[in-house]
């Protein structure tokens, strides 16, 4: 038990001598950033299919009144 429990001691000191606390740090700051590139390119794509929406209405709105009046030009003739 007390060899278990030297072997995890020095490993733990081991793991302690390795830990940067610079490299932690820079860790963090490139999460943050890339947390917030994801938060702008989820806006743009949101944007972009609002977008395309409106424009898919635009164009059923502008074949429908083509519609209407290819119907109106037929009944004429």
């Known amino acids: 038990m007390k060899a278990i429990l030297k072997q995890s001691i020095?490993?733990?000191?081991?793991?302690?001598?390795?830990?940067?606390?610079?490299?932690?740090?820079?860790l963090e700051a490139q999460l943050v950033k890339a947390v917030e590139q994801i938060g702008y390119l989820k806006k743009q794509m949101k944007r972009l299919n609002a977008s395309?929406?409106?424009?898919?209405?635009?164009?059923?709105?502008?074949?429908?009144?083509a519609k209407g009046s290819l119907k109106k030009l037929i009944e004429e003739e």
């Not at 395309?52 to 009144?65: A, G, I």
């Open 10 to 26: 020095e490993e733990l000191l081991t793991l302690m001598e390795e830990f940067d606390p610079e490299m932690t740090r820079s």
């Open 52 to 65: 395309d929406l409106e424009y898919v209405m635009m164009v059923s709105l502008e074949l429908d009144n």
